[in-house]
Structure formats: C-alpha cells, structure tokens
C-alpha cells in the first residue's frame, strides 16, 4: 500500500511538473483558464430552499413569491401560508411527507387555517413535499 501511495505521488508530482505554466504563456492566458466556468452572475444557493428533487433543474425563486422555488403551486403555497408567519418557516423544513400531510390537518384545527377545495390542497402539498421533504 506505502508503495503504492509513494508511486501515485511521484506521478501526480510529474503531471504537476509538467503542467507548469511554460514561459511562453502569457499570465492572463492562464487566469482565463483558471476562471473558466466562474459566472459571477450566477444565483447563489438559498441555503433556505436547496429541496429540489435530484436530478431535475433547478427551480428560480420568485423574490414575488417571498423567493420559493417558482413551480406550479407556489402561488397558491405564497398566499396561504404566508397569512400567518413567515415562509422560512417552510422553506427550512426537510420533513417527511407525512409530516406535510399532519402538518395541513394541524394549521387547520389548531391554527385556524382556512380548509382548501380538494384541487387547491393537492397543489400546495404536492408543492411542499416536491421542495421541502426530506424524502427527496
Ligand atoms: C391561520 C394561520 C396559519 C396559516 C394560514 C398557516 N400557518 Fe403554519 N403555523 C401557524 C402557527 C400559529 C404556527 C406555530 C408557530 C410557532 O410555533 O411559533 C405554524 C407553524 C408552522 C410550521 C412549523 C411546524 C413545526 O413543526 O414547528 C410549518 C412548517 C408551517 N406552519 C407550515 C405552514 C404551511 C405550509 C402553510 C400553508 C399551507 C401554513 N403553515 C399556513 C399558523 C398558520
């Protein structure tokens, strides 16, 4: 394994060596190189809203929407649920699905929150357990 170890070194080192800057480029060649794929202007990550399922693009935040992820139902989810208490309250959650589905039960009966018609409250759970579960 040492052996091993020491020989990745003394090929790693070599490819080091080799790759050095040669005197023939010029310094800026090389800070464009190092700068490549850098975009200043790209979106930070919300630390508050990462929940987007795997493998799918990401979706914008809507700064309208009180910045969750603009997918069909947030809307809905902004304008419900930001009556009573601020949406971080949703969006650092990483709750299983379930929880979701207590979770509306519980805003209804023990908060007060208006109950939806059946299509409104499948739109808004699908879109909290789309961005905020912990199951994807
Ligand atoms: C009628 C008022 C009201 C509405 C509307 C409302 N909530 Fe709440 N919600 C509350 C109150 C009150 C709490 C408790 C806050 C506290 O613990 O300080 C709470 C707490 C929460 C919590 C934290 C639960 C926990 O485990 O501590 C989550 C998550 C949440 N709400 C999500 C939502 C979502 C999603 C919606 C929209 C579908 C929503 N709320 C709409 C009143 C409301």
């Known amino acids: 394994m040492e052996q091993i170890k ?29 700068n490549d794929g850098y975009d200043p202007m790209a979106r930070p990550v919300n630390p508050l809203s990462p929940g987007v399922p795997s493998g799918e693009p990401e979706a914008e935040l809507n700064p309208e929407l009180g910045n969750l992820p603009d997918t069909s139902g947030a809307e809905e989810t902004f304008y419900l649920c930001s009556a009573c208490h601020s949406l971080a309250i949703i969006k650092q959650q990483r709750i299983s ?26 739109k808004i759970l699908s879109y909290l357990k789309r961005h905020f579960s912990s199951e994807r």
Do not use: H
């Open 6 to 34: 020491a020989i990745l070194a003394a090929v790693i080192l070599a490819a080091a060596i080799g790759a050095a800057p040669q005197g023939s480029i010029a310094a800026d060649e090389i800070e464009l190189a190092a």
């Open 97 to 122: 699905d379930a929880r979701w589905d207590y979770l509306w039960n519980w805003m209804i009966e023990k908060q007060g929150m208006p109950e939806q018609d059946p299509a409104t409250k499948e």
